[in-house]
């Protein structure tokens, strides 16, 4: 196993301050189709949901995504995709229920802030590309997602990909700014050919050879990558929205108010569980805050009532097929779903 799968496992992972560990795989894009199809590992991925048969519902998810893979069926591939980062909203609302001390999510705290109409269409600014496969090689952002079953945890990550050849690991913006501002091990050049290869500005090398699924998703490394395009305005962010990561024994769950006249609530609640020789602790924390919210091309930033801004790329990951309404997205390692 490559250093560099080690490196992005454990950077994703840093906001519980753990590191995760790898199991598992994923057939090769040229496989014979074998077992059970796709569709019939996600209704049953579906049904242990909906039995509260976490784990093993997040194992069938993975075991779809896969199947769906095998058969070149990118469409299957992305739906099994987002529900299992549903699956991973609903793990972390378990957990916090029923480790030994739970932390009771906070209804934030409403705070007086200046307002501010949002625009109908999104203001000038740089403008990315978005996510496709052009020629066997990966063009633009991507949506990337890999299962950890022994830790039963979702990996999430944005790839950015650009024209020039440049390759960006979670970028917190899509500029040169935000490009620069990645460490060495996070930003570097894709090179493709016989032998693609990600050489990193610290100095390591990655062979990056892609399995391409059709449409414009792909897979390497056991990594999932879904070509993903911007918001077509800030409306499409208006609405209350929850998300959650978990690993064994740990569990964050977030949520958003994103209001029309530009001001937000969030709150969050975190509860981390460990044994040893001497027992069990359990350590919770959670929090509110209010204030305002913008949209700015791919960027989503936060401010609040004491002026302190985060912000981060952002993206629709899911819309209702019906009427095209956002129902899910991604913003700061966490997936979002509307309430």
Do not use: C
């Not at 560099?4 to 590191?19: I, K, V």
């Not at 016989?194 to 490394?221: L, Q």
């Not at 019906?322 to 991604?330: D, S």
């Amino acid at each position: 196993m490559q250093r560099t799968y080690w490196h992005r496992l454990n950077s994703a992972a840093l906001w519980l301050g753990l590191a995760l560990t790898w199991v598992g795989g994923v057939p090769t894009a040229g496989a014979q189709a074998v077992g059970p199809s796709g569709g019939y590992l996600l209704r049953k991925a579906e049904t242990l949901g909906m039995a509260g048969q976490y784990d093993a519902a997040a194992a069938a998810y993975s075991q779809a995504a896969a199947a769906f893979h095998q058969a070149n069926d990118a469409d299957g591939q992305l739906r099994a995709t987002t529900q299992l980062a549903a699956l991973e909203e609903k793990r972390a609302d378990n957990l916090l229920a029923t480790l030994d001390a739970p932390v009771a999510r906070s209804a934030p705290t409403r705070t007086a802030v200046p307002t501010a109409r949002l625009a109908g269409a999104l203001p000038p600014g740089p403008t990315p590309v978005a996510g496709k496969v052009a020629n066997g090689r990966p063009l633009g952002l991507f949506f990337m997602t890999r299962y950890i079953p022994a830790w039963h945890s979702l990996e999430k990550a944005t790839w950015y990909f650009a024209p020039g050849g440049q390759v960006y690991h979670n970028p917190t913006s899509l500029d040169a700014a935000g490009f620069a501002a990645l460490k060495p091990g996070d930003r570097g050049t894709y090179q493709a050919g016989a032998a693609p290869t990600v050489k990193w500005a610290d100095g390591r090398s990655e062979p990056f050879k892609i399995e391409t699924t059709g449409g414009n998703s792909f897979n390497h490394d056991m990594g999932i990558f879904v070509g993903m395009g911007p918001f077509g305005s800030a409306q499409e962010l208006v609405g209350n929205f929850q998300g959650g990561n978990s690993v064994t024994g740990a569990a964050v769950s977030s949520s958003l108010e994103l209001h029309a006249d530009g001001t937000y609530r969030g709150g969050f609640a975190a509860s981390i569980s460990a044994s040893s020789n001497q027992g069990k602790t359990t350590v919770g924390n959670s929090g509110d805050s209010a204030g305002r919210w913008s949209l700015n091309g791919w960027v989503l930033s936060l401010t609040n009532a004491q002026g302190r801004t985060t912000s981060g790329v952002a993206y629709p990951i899911e819309k209702d097929e019906k009427t095209g309404r956002v129902v899910r997205f991604y913003f700061n390692n966490v997936a979002y779903a509307r309430q």
